[in-house]
């Protein structure tokens, strides 16, 4: 009863998500293809004999709602779009599957990412005969945020942590450098001290490494893009993170992205770019151009940007000036009380972003 119930709830509520007017034609046709295998279930679990494994049918209803969470904060009035517009430019890099960002705007101090269940997409196919166009890209961020892309760049990291489990980067590090092999990591015991140890002890310590190496990987993955926003964004939300089993310390996470950001040998670093390579996938390089905004910015004017590179660059180097004027305002920022310097910058970025969007959306419709 309950899962019949379930499936028309969320068939519902998707019909409702499908009036609304704010929607992408991409993200149009992710619903409209939920909505089609939540009919396609709906009609299965309710066929005497149930014409589907019940196992599998709570399966497929779970990730649906899982999904579906990602897409009421998908409209104007929630959704950055600015922020997720640089973000599906960066994730387009990174695979050949059609990518879709989505979003939920959460009410706590926190970014994180969820991945898009692979058995879930293959059993949709396999059992109902559907096929989604587009993997999804499941982004959650702090509601105070929203409309602050600034305070946004951590969404960089978790897009890493999506490039990650796709692409089994970690994974695959860990055959062609075990935990007992190297390299070493920061505030772990040495390679040597893992391999030395009982067995129980060793799996244990390997799930350690993975958890830091994944880390590791997805701060690689924003200062690639975001450049020292990365670094300067960390270093404040949380500036003495002390090191975990899940995490390693703030202190060892910045020296990795001064390291890349300086090209300063990491082994790493090195270790990451083989895995990459043997992954068949582009290796780690700064992705951004730092757009001379001290001008446009100084007199509180948008700045131009001319590329996928200056978009990115517009982060580090709207962090930057941020910073520059919360220390020490010029001009006509001098008299700009310090919540007025932080809500103008963050929206000369959106604007800067949003005039890049029309310019390249009017680009696409005369230029098909």
């Given at each position: ?15 409702s ?13 992710y ?5 089609e ?18 196992g ?80 999804p ?13 600034l ?6 990291h ?17 055959f ?22 009982p ?13 830091h ?17 990365a ?35 990491n ?72 919540e ?12 800067s ?9 009017w ?6």
């Amino acid at each position: 009863m309950l899962l019949k119930a379930n499936l028309r709830l969320l068939l519902a509520q998707l019909d409702s998500l499908s009036e609304t007017p704010y929607f992408t034609s991409q993200l149009d046709t992710y619903i409209r293809e939920l909505r089609e295998v939540l009919r396609a279930l709906l009609s299965k679990v309710a066929a005497q004999p149930m014409a589907i494994n019940e196992g599998l049918a709570h399966f497929i209803a779970r990730e649906v709602w899982r999904l579906t969470q990602f897409l009421t904060g998908s409209t104007t009035k929630q959704i950055p779009y600015e922020v997720v517009y640089a973000i599906g430019k960066a994730a387009a890099e990174w695979g050949a599957r059609r990518l879709l960002i989505t979003t939920a705007i959460v009410q706590e101090a926190n970014f994180y990412f969820h991945g898009s269940s692979r058995e879930f997409f293959n059993s949709v196919e396999r059992e109902l005969g559907i096929k989604i166009s587009h993997q999804p890209v499941q982004i959650a961020l702090p509601y105070i945020y929203r409309h602050k892309p600034l305070f946004c760049v951590p969404l960089f990291h978790e897009l890493g942590h999506f490039i990650d489990t796709s692409n089994d980067v970690v994974t695959t590090s860990l055959f062609s450098h075990p935990e007992n092999v190297g390299p070493d990591l920061p505030d772990l015991p040495s390679s040597e001290e893992i391999a030395r140890a009982p067995d129980e002890k060793r799996k244990a310590w390997t799930q350690v490494v993975k958890s830091h190496r994944a880390e590791y990987f997805a701060d690689l993955i924003s200062a690639a893009y975001v450049g020292e926003a990365a670094h300067g964004f960390l270093g404040e939300f949380i500036p003495n993170q002390a090191v975990s089993s899940s995490h390693p310390s703030s202190a060892s996470r910045y020296q990795l992205m001064s390291d890349f950001l300086s090209g300063k040998p990491n082994p790493i670093l090195d270790m990451f770019q083989q895995t990459l390579s043997t992954r068949g996938l582009p290796a780690l390089a700064v992705r951004f151009r730092l757009p001379d905004v001290d001008d446009t910015f100084g007199n509180v004017r948008p700045c131009k940007l001319e590329s996928d590179a200056d978009i990115f660059g517009a982060f580090a180097a709207g962090w930057g000036f941020l910073s520059r004027m919360n220390n020490k305002p010029t001009g006509l920022w001098a008299s700009l009380p310090v919540e007025d310097i932080e809500r103008v910058t963050n929206d000369l970025i959106e604007k800067s972003i949003r005039n890049r969007m029309i310019s390249e959306g009017w680009d696409e419709a005369t230029n098909p």
